[in-house]
């Protein structure tokens, strides 16, 4: 290598270092400035100060809706025989209902099945309770079963319903139920909203106050709301006593809760 292309290599390195300490230089500019701009902008007071708390709210209520669940059975050795008792059966108890003031848009019809009926005893050389699925030899004939319920006003003589049905061709009560209407669950799902969003920030203020600290604006808030109707399911056969029959409602209870965020103000606010 000659004297010249000694110079010129070196000329080069010169250049290629000088490049490299000048972009080192102007990253190192650029993160500076970049944390500067972070650390001017960042103060303690900005960092975002939060509780999170829960409020309840319930509420015993009355209901106002009964529904009530009738069934009425018959059996023939015919299918279609069976079929048509039970249709005739149904009608005279649907009869006896609307002398009540009971209307068609408050009954609905919540079951209906035709099945085969198998005796469990002994035919001919066959012990029928010994099979299953049951011999063929062993049906005597159909049973229709159709299940009416219909739905009533909290104010409805009850009692006088479930006598006046026990004289006519219903064979068992299948379900007695009580309920809120949309209407009433509707008020009182709002007043108790009310109540659980006003404990939630009772909650709070007991935190914060002792810290020094007060509650601010909402963050955050969702809520949560529970009621289930009572349904036993009672399965009794209707004898009427000669007297009505007292009927007693319970009383539902409906629930809300509310999870509420809130900032905290106070202390460097």
């Known amino acids: 290598m000659n004297?010249?292309?000694?110079?010129?290599?070196?000329i080069v390195v010169v250049v290629a270092v000088t490049s490299v300490i000048a972009m080192v230089s102007m990253h190192q500019g650029i993160t500076n400035e970049a944390k500067a701009e972070y650390d001017a902008n960042t103060d303690v007071n900005t960092i975002v100060r939060e509780v999170t708390v829960i409020g309840l709210a319930s509420k015993s209520?009355?209901?106002?809706?009964?529904?009530?669940?009738?069934?009425?059975?018959?059996?023939?050795?015919?299918?279609?025989?069976?079929?048509?008792?039970?249709?005739?059966n149904v009608s005279n108890v649907i009869e006896v209902l609307k002398s009540l003031g009971i209307s068609d848009e408050q009954m609905s019809t919540s079951h209906y099945s035709v099945n085969p009926v198998y005796s469990q005893d002994q035919v001919g050389d066959i012990t029928c309770s010994h099979y299953y699925p049951p011999r063929e030899e062993c049906l005597i004939g159909y049973r229709a079963t159709y299940i009416l319920t219909i739905s009533m006003d909290a104010g409805t003589d009850i009692g006088r319903v479930i006598d006046a049905v026990a004289e006519s061709d219903v064979i068992r009560i299948t379900g007695i139920g009580y309920s809120l209407s949309e209407e009433l669950r509707k008020?009182?799902?709002?007043?108790?909203?009310?109540?659980?969003?006003?404990?939630?920030?009772?909650?709070?203020?007991?935190?914060?106050?002792?810290?020094?600290?007060?509650?601010?604006?909402?963050?955050?808030?969702?809520?949560?709301y529970?009621?289930?109707?009572?349904?036993?399911?009672?399965?009794?056969?209707?004898?009427?006593?000669?007297?009505?029959?007292?009927?007693?409602l319970e009383s539902q209870q409906i629930n809300v809760s509310v999870e509420?965020?809130?900032l905290i103000e106070g202390r460097g606010q």
């Open 3 to 10: 004297g010249k292309s000694i110079y010129i290599y070196a």
């Open 61 to 88: 209520v009355r209901p106002d809706k009964v529904t009530l669940a009738f069934s009425v059975e018959t059996e023939d050795a015919k299918i279609s025989n069976a079929i048509k008792k039970n249709a005739m």
């Open 187 to 224: 008020s009182v799902r709002e007043e108790l909203m009310s109540k659980a969003v006003e404990d939630a920030k009772n909650n709070a203020e007991k935190l914060l106050i002792p810290l020094g600290e007060s509650v601010g604006k909402v963050k955050n808030i969702r809520h949560s």
């Open 226 to 248: 529970y009621y289930e109707p009572f349904h036993p399911t009672p399965n009794f056969a209707p004898v009427y006593a000669g007297q009505a029959t007292q009927i007693y």
């Open 260 to 262: 509420v965020t809130f």
